[in-house]
């Protein structure tokens, strides 16, 4: 019989000494579909990957880590932070010698000056793999059908199962375990489904919290 266990994005994510963030999102292989890591983001600090063989067991609200907090930071960062280049030569420099750094002046919340610019932040996604957020939309084959809530996992491999959609309007809606059999795609615009709309309204309503 699975273990089956719902890994519900925005999650309170604790290592053994404390919390240590906020589940963000998921990494998936694509090929063999299986979880391999969680972006977790802390209150304070960097965002970081956390592989899923430092999971120590979960519910629908916390994921229990087998590492330290110390540990936690030690990890791969989740991003990547980017200086923007300069256009045009400043200060008697060129502009390929120039990155552009955030500056807050004691006191003020917003930058000084109109041509200041902020650095590019991008996710990390391990090579090969992909990632998967909450509210992401959800594709059936003739139309948008929903958003992601999480991911059901079988807790002795690893293996995706299910992937949880909220489907519907505020007013009309129900979560839905889709198969993972059913997804065709995990691509930048959303997950896509080989179901049609109709048959994703007929799988049977779930309760996540009852999951666990």
């Not at 589940?23 to 972006?39: D, E, G, K, Q, Y």
């Not at 391990?126 to 059908?145: K, N």
Request: net charge negative.
């Amino acid at each position: 019989m699975k273990e089956e266990t719902p890994y519900a994005i925005g999650a309170e994510v604790v290592a053994t000494d404390g919390a240590a963030g906020k589940l963000a999102r998921v990494i998936v292989n694509p090929v063999t579909r299986t979880l391999t890591h969680l972006a977790v983001d802390p209150a304070h600090g960097t965002p970081r990957l956390v592989p899923v063989t430092l999971v120590g067991s979960q519910d629908h609200e916390q994921i229990r880590l087998t590492c330290s907090l110390a540990e936690f930071k030690d990890l791969q960062p989740a991003v990547e932070t980017y200086f923007v280049p300069s256009d045009k030569e400043e200060f008697g420099y060129a502009a390929d010698r120039i990155r552009w750094l955030p500056y807050y002046p004691l006191g003020s919340i917003g930058t000084i000056g109109s041509d200041i610019r902020a650095p590019i932040t991008y996710e990390r996604v391990p090579i090969g793999e992909v990632q998967i957020r909450r509210g992401e939309s959800v594709h059936a084959l003739d139309g948008d059908i929903g958003h992601v809530q999480g991911l059901v996992i079988d807790g002795r491999d690893n293996q995706v199962t299910h992937i949880l959609l909220a489907e519907g309007h505020l007013w009309a809606k129900k979560d839905v375990a889709v198969p993972v059999k059913s997804v065709s795609e995990v691509a930048p615009d959303g997950v896509h489904l080989l179901l049609t709309k109709d048959q994703v309204r007929d799988l049977p309503s779930v309760d996540i919290g009852r999951l666990d």
